[in-house]
């Protein structure tokens, strides 16, 4: 009996497409792995750029901050003599009475009219230094900002609304108003009610 030969090669594992087979899933879950990278990318680029805007807006309110706390402090440090000064304006307004009352009763050459004069235009001399001014008002339009309206008036000469009189000067300090002037201003001219027909006098001779 021959002996059939022992062929190595026949018991080798022969090429098969298991192995190909094998693959196709992986290849298969890719696009959709590739999908998933892409949305989770989109999330992180939306969550980044909602950040940056709210850091944005952090920052800009901030500098706005600083700059309303160091406009504050300017105008703190401006106005800080205002409640000072304002409690002077009693003082000159007694000055001012006075020297109306001095004039009217004394020469111009009288000393002491001319020392009252003084002190008044040196008091308004240093007060103006730290700002303050008087408000313009007679032939001014009415203006709520700076007058105070007392007293309405009727007038022909003037448009409505205009400061005939100025009853209580009025200062403010650097520009702003610190006390409004007390005026009267014009109105329209009431027109008279017709009053009741007059019966014709009867004309006697002598």
């Known amino acids: ?36 990278t892409r949305d989770e990318v989109d999330k992180l680029r939306a969550e980044r750029d909602d950040l940056l ?8 309110d901030y500098m706005n901050y600083q700059k309303r706390v160091q406009r504050d402090i300017a105008e703190g440090r401006e106005f800080a003599n205002a409640e000072l000064i304002k409690g002077l304006l009693g003082v000159l307004d007694d000055m001012e009475r006075g020297l109306n009352a001095a004039r009217a009763n004394h020469n111009a050459d009288d000393p002491l009219l001319m020392g009252m004069e003084l002190v008044h235009r040196n008091a308004l001399e240093t007060l103006t230094r730290f700002g303050l001014s008087a408000i313009e008002s007679v032939g001014l339009p009415f203006d709520p ?11 022909g000469q003037h448009p409505p609304m205009t400061v005939l009189r100025e009853l209580q000067k009025g200062y403010a300090l ?30 006697t001779g002598e």
């Open 1 to 36: 009996m021959k002996r059939k030969d022992h062929n190595p090669r026949s018991h080798e594992p022969s090429e098969s497409s298991e192995p190909m087979a094998a693959s196709a899933p992986a290849e298969a879950s890719a696009p959709a792995d590739a999908s998933a």
């Open 53 to 60: 805007a709210r850091l944005q807006r952090v920052s800009a």
């Open 145 to 155: 900002d700076k007058h105070s309206a007392v007293l309405q008036e009727p007038s």
């Open 174 to 203: 650097k520009g702003r108003t610190l006390r409004p002037a007390m005026v009267a201003v014009s109105k329209a001219p009431q027109e008279e009610p017709p009053g009741p027909p007059r019966e014709p006098q009867e004309l």
